[in-house]
């Protein structure tokens, strides 16, 4: 059977993620902003949690992980570059290390920018990518750690994977990143009809994530600044793709 994912909305506009295999009883949870929420989803559910997964050491992802692994004895995993700054680690992983969870094979990919240690976990066979606060429904993180061309770099490795990936990001930020996409891509007849479907569903109090990479690709300026219509549209027809992005952050920051 196919795993099963579960959307939890947490504190104010955070997103935390279980994936549950319903042949071996296995189940992880990506990130920990409060552990009450998902508590009571494993609860409703009759699950037991085995495993944290952590993409990255800010409060808003990790400061649940304590309750969490007190009341259910699940094993925590995260970067090896974080384990100063995140909760004890029962698996320490670099960039590019893999691991099995209930038989699916899970890569561990190197997402720097939004902070240095920052970790995403893709697993081919179920189509996931939990990319924390790195590739973001149509936009991305603020680099508060790392560097544009850092932030530049992870993206591009972000979207080489299959378009069919659904991306499991860390907050409810899609319509305030659409707005801002807007004003890049007015006349985008898809980024159009994306912001018309995420009116409707946060109008219905609905996740606008996960997504699936290939919207992403249409839509989200910070994996289009290559294009020349984007290079174009911020006055910099001759501008390398990094500095396309680099302009376009920025703006994103001032928006």
């Not at 071996?24 to 009571?40: K, N």
């Not at 990790?62 to 995260?78: E, H, K, M, N």
């Not at 570059?81 to 699916?104: C, E, I, V, Y």
Request: aromatic share 6%.
């Amino acid at each position: 059977m196919p795993l099963e994912l579960v959307t939890i909305p947490c504190l104010s506009d955070n997103y935390t993620y279980l994936i549950h295999d319903p042949d071996t009883g296995a189940t992880a949870v990506v990130d920990v902003p409060d552990a009450a929420p998902i508590q009571s989803v494993l609860a409703e559910r009759g699950w037991q949690l085995t495993d944290i997964w952590l993409t990255h050491h800010h409060d808003d992802h990790i400061q649940g992980v304590p309750a969490l692994r007190a009341a259910t004895g699940a094993q925590v995993t995260g970067a090896a570059a974080d384990a100063h700054r995140l909760p004890p680690l029962d698996a320490a992983l670099t960039p590019g290390a893999s691991f099995s969870f209930a038989g699916h094979h899970v890569d561990v990919i190197d997402v720097p920018g939004h902070t240095l240690g920052h970790i995403a976990f893709h697993i081919p066979s179920a189509g996931l990518a939990f990319t924390g606060d790195s590739l973001m429904s149509a936009g991305c993180g603020r680099l508060f750690e790392g560097t544009p061309a850092q932030m530049h770099a992870t993206l591009q490795r972000l979207a080489a994977l299959p378009p069919q990936t659904l991306i499991c990001s860390g907050h409810e930020y899609t319509a305030s990143n659409i707005r801002f996409a807007l004003t890049l891509e007015p006349a985008n007849p898809i980024l159009i009809s994306r912001s018309n479907q995420v009116s409707v569903a946060r109008g219905e109090d609905r996740p606008t994530v996960p997504v699936a990479l290939s919207l992403e690709l249409e839509t989200n300026p910070f994996l289009r600044a290559h294009l020349p219509s984007l290079k174009a549209a911020i006055g910099q027809p001759d501008a390398s793709d990094l500095a396309a992005f680099t302009e376009i952050r920025a703006r994103k920051d001032r928006f």
